[in-house]
């Protein structure tokens, strides 16, 4: 079983810019499907980006289309979320997500705060 551990939030002003980083225990992280999500305050978990395992296929949100950019180092087995412009509603928890077999594991999570 997949351990995903997120780092790199952080508070950051409107306009600004922060990577997030989710490291993987496992050696087979090539094979998983990747993604982040997010859970604002009083709000459900929301997709954010994914990465697929094979084709590297990337999909976005599209309020982060254009700002965010996922990115997958698969010799360290980490994943990236680099985000750009940030706005006050980006303000979130951001979970690491990583799916095989149709089986998901998650992090516990990063908070990044915007502030206006």
């Known amino acids: 079983q997949v351990q995903l551990a997120e780092s790199g939030g952080g508070l950051v002003q409107a306009g600004g810019s922060l990577r997030v980083s989710c490291e993987a225990s496992e050696r087979t992280f090539n094979m998983y499907t990747m993604g982040w999500f997010r859970q604002a305050p009083g709000k459900e978990r929301e997709f954010v980006a994914t990465i697929h395992w094979n084709s590297g296929n990337l999909y976005y949100e599209d309020s982060v289309k254009g700002r965010f950019t996922i990115s997958r180092d698969n010799a360290k087995t980490t994943l990236y979320l680099q985000m750009n412009n940030l706005k006050p509603e980006d303000t979130a928890v951001y979970y690491c997500?990583?799916?095989?077999?149709?089986?998901?594991?998650w992090g516990k999570g990063t908070l990044v705060t915007v502030s206006s």
């Open positions: 997500n990583a799916k095989m077999n149709g089986i998901n594991y």
